[in-house]
């Protein structure tokens, strides 16, 4: 007999964020690894002595350390991912009932600190990695053949990508083209046939 499952949510009881991340988990050595308590100093002339407590700067750049380390380009989908990951809740300190900010408000935190404080933030955080032992002053060797003029003229560097020869021999051979299509020059009719 084929089995079927119901969707049936009971309600969490005595469950901890501690208890469920592993204790190898990538989060839990990146917070035993740094130490983000210096970006208070960096952010304390940006805000007014009143008013209602805003979220924390170490919690807000833990979430920019997050859209670095997952490859995530905006706060909103930066907030859903650390919505659906328990670990990343753990990293900031938000139990499962705890509301998550905003993505707007991160939006308006990030404007309000400005491009100088993100550098030096990401300065002192690498130097944190250098002497934790994550990061070292190595950078892999390119080949040549892989950095254009153009690029080292501008002080950038391309990644390396493998020569198109296979390009090359697409190029030569006769294109199969659907019937059909409109637009095509008239060489691509002729290969067409």
């Not at 198109?164 to 095509?184: E, F």
Request: overall charge positive; hydrophobic content about 35%; proline content about 7%.
């Amino acid at each position: 007999m084929m089995g079927t499952k119901a969707r049936h949510f009971a309600p969490l009881v005595q469950v901890s964020l501690e208890a469920l991340v592993p204790p190898d988990h990538f989060y839990r050595h990146l917070e035993r690894s740094l130490d983000l308590s210096f970006v208070r100093e960096f952010v304390q002339q940006r805000y007014a002595g009143g008013g209602r407590p805003s979220i924390d700067p170490v919690v807000f750049f833990k979430l920019q350390l997050v859209m670095f380390f997952e490859g995530i380009r905006s706060e909103r989908q930066l907030m859903r991912h650390a919505a659906d990951r328990l670990s990343i809740r753990w990293d900031l300190g938000y139990d499962l009932g705890e509301p998550l900010p905003d993505h707007s408000s991160l939006t308006r935190i990030r404007e309000r600190y400005g491009i100088d404080v993100f550098r030096r933030f990401f300065e002192q955080i690498v130097e944190q990695c250098q002497a934790a032992g994550l990061v070292w002053g190595k950078e892999p060797q390119r080949k040549k053949w892989a950095v254009l003029p153009m690029s080292r003229r501008r002080g950038r560097h391309l990644r390396n990508f493998p020569p198109r020869s296979h390009l090359r021999s697409r190029s030569t051979s006769p294109r199969r083209i659907p019937s059909g299509m409109t637009g095509l020059r008239s060489w691509e009719h002729k290969t067409a046939a």
